[in-house]
């Protein structure tokens, strides 16, 4: 199976004269995609949850075409590349969200590359987690305003300006404003909302891209006490209605998580309800596209919505998320859509409403849902979805599925193991995934199983896999370079570990460097610094005691794509570091 280079330009993205002609009446509309970091489908109330208190989303909601069946990858920077550029995420070069594998290509084209072309103002505010790094910052994929945290999450190893604050870490944080650190006052959620607002102000009078992308709920789970009081005496497993939905028991801790991420959830609602007031108040409000969505399910146990399956699963749990669209000057309100999408389908659909061509000369997986939006025929209610999920890299069968039409096939088993070894679901009989229907249905099974394996060696072949994005160290563009652990390749499960093996894929420019390599703790005197490039090794004895900083000055590299190997040699142990600084000086 091929899967097909669809909708190229903006003429060959109008399915349906109708609805595309109704759009293109319209002058351009402002958007603003909002995303929230491992919130599930049941951690709204909306969606049937009693205990969270999500007003202005639940409003939002209603005044918008809500797409029940909306789908996303498992984990977090395989949907944040499928979504900026309406690819499967294997085709970016992202494989992974650490382990050096969540840096997207930089000849990828985002949606605010595209939107750059009829002259938006675009804007990034929050998550980014596809590079750190030049080329592949928001910067550099096309974002006139960024302020962002680095790597998967506040708090994790890669935002080396967090991370050793511990559970202070969302609160007053030093975040990357246009790729320069600058210290913030306040709790992350409320200042990544203040800048998104700063923006739409200052833009006001012309098309504009929002990207509000929180971190929250995303462990750590800190909030401000004033919301967690709100929450603290629930019991978030109880007071759901009786009905067939199954629930998963829960124990004391993930009562207490349910009730912090619960706690930062309604402090995201109160910040969208202040962006919903602040396009009323500028009178942009029927202009302006508004998306709400999250990134894959929950990432601990609570409700669900009766799903089976979480974070990082291939079951609904995992990859089914709430998906609201709102456009007041040209959608109808309330209205519910049953027909499967995807994050895959962003790009396209915004590329036709906002009268921009699609990227060209590459495969776009998506699909516009205008022509959906519109009640106008699409045609394609029964086009595949794939989705996996494994570190590293795709591994055959386990944790990888196919969905297409009413059925889904999902493999959690081995690279050779015959049809009958996997799993089959009528969700539309089935929406919980409880009863697997294989036997009854092998035949169904192995044609989703042929167009799986299609898909997925189709995949794996991709040019941006194949051939790893690589950091660009010497670049005027980014001149010093911090390499941080999230980016770090080496062993499985590079994290905040000493003794292992870790390297950085790099193409590096030719000329002398000043080199810092920071240390988690502080190391030994009379070891010996390491670095390795190709055939080129520098080395140098460490004479100071209880440093956690050393220095190599005037290292001359030559021009050359390689592996950046680090570390220190002491007492029989290679330590490697946190993070490497590399900053050229001739």
Not at 144 to 161: C, K, N, P, R
Not at 322 to 345: C, G, N, Q, V, W
Not at 389 to 406: C, F, Q, V
Request: hydrophobic share 35%.
């Amino acid at each position: 199976m091929e899967i097909k280079n669809i909708l190229l330009t903006a003429a060959s993205c109008i399915p349906v004269l109708s609805a595309v002609s109704m759009a293109q009446e319209k002058p351009q509309p402002n958007v603003i995609l909002i995303i929230t970091d491992d919130q599930g489908y049941g951690d709204l109330g909306i969606t049937g949850n009693p205990h969270v208190k999500t007003p202005a989303i639940d409003q939002l909601a209603n005044e918008s075409v809500r797409f029940n069946n909306f789908y996303v990858s498992p984990v977090c920077a395989p949907t944040r590349s499928s979504l900026m550029t309406g690819r499967y995420s294997l085709r970016t070069g992202i494989r992974d969200t650490y382990n050096g594998g969540a840096i997207m290509a930089s000849t990828e084209l985002t949606i605010a590359e595209m939107l750059k072309q009829a002259n938006y103002t675009t804007g990034i505010f929050g998550k980014w987690h596809l590079g750190d790094n030049y080329p592949s910052r928001p910067r550099d994929q096309g974002f006139d305003e960024s302020l962002i945290h680095l790597s998967g999450g506040m708090g994790q190893v890669g935002d080396i300006t967090t991370y050793f604050e511990g559970d202070r870490s969302y609160f007053d944080p030093v975040l990357w404003h246009n790729n320069k650190q600058e210290a913030y006052k306040g709790y992350c959620s409320d200042i990544f909302t203040k800048q998104a607002i700063n923006f739409i102000e200052q833009n006001k009078e012309s098309p504009f891209f929002c990207y509000l992308s929180f971190n929250a709920p995303h462990t750590p789970l800190q909030v401000p006490e004033a919301y967690y009081q709100q929450y603290k005496d629930i019991d978030p497993s109880t007071g759901f209605v009786k009905d067939k939905q199954p629930f998963t028991a829960m124990s004391e801790q993930d009562k207490e998580d349910a009730r912090k991420v619960y706690a930062m959830v309604t402090n995201i609602d109160d910040n969208i309800g202040k962006l919903l007031q602040k396009l009323d108040d500028l009178n942009i409000a029927d202009n302006t596209l508004i998306i709400f969505m999250t990134d894959n399910g929950p990432q601990q146990r609570r409700y669900v919505a009766g799903m089976r399956g979480r974070k990082g699963d291939v079951y609904q749990g995992g990859v089914r998320v709430p998906f609201y669209i709102r456009y007041p000057s040209l959608f109808e309100k309330d209205k519910e859509i049953e027909t499967m999408a995807a994050h895959i389908d962003i790009l396209p659909t915004l590329a036709q409403l906002c009268h921009v061509e699609l990227p060209k000369e590459r495969i776009i997986d998506g699909k516009s849902l205008l022509p959906l939006i519109m009640g106008d025929e699409f045609g394609w209610a029964d086009r595949p979805l794939f989705f996996y999920w494994t570190r590293r890299y795709p591994e055959l069968y386990y944790n990888m599925a196919l969905r297409k039409g009413a059925y889904k096939l999902v493999g959690k088993t081995d690279y050779n193991a015959p049809v009958k070894d996997f799993e089959l679901f009528n969700l539309e009989k089935d929406p919980y995934e409880q009863n697997n229907i294989i036997l009854e249905h092998e035949g169904i099974a192995e044609q989703l199983k042929e167009e799986l394996d299609e898909t997925y060696h189709e995949l794996i072949r991709s040019e941006n896999l194949l051939n790893q994005p690589r950091i660009i160290i010497g670049s005027a563009y980014e001149n010093p370079v911090i390499l941080n652990r999230n980016d770090a390749a080496g062993e499985r499960g590079i994290w905040a570990q000493e003794e292992l093996y870790g390297k950085w894929e790099v193409s590096i420019r030719q000329g002398y460097y000043d080199i810092k390599f920071k240390f988690i703790k502080p190391v030994k005197a009379n070891g010996r610094m390491y670095l390795a490039a190709n055939t080129i090794v520098k080395q140098m004895l460490n004479e100071k005691e209880g440093t956690d900083i050393i220095e190599m000055k005037n290292v001359y590299l030559p021009e050359m794509d390689c592996d950046l190997i680090p570390f220190y040699s002491i007492d029989s142990k290679n330590i490697f570091p946190f993070w490497v600084e590399m900053k050229k000086i001739d």
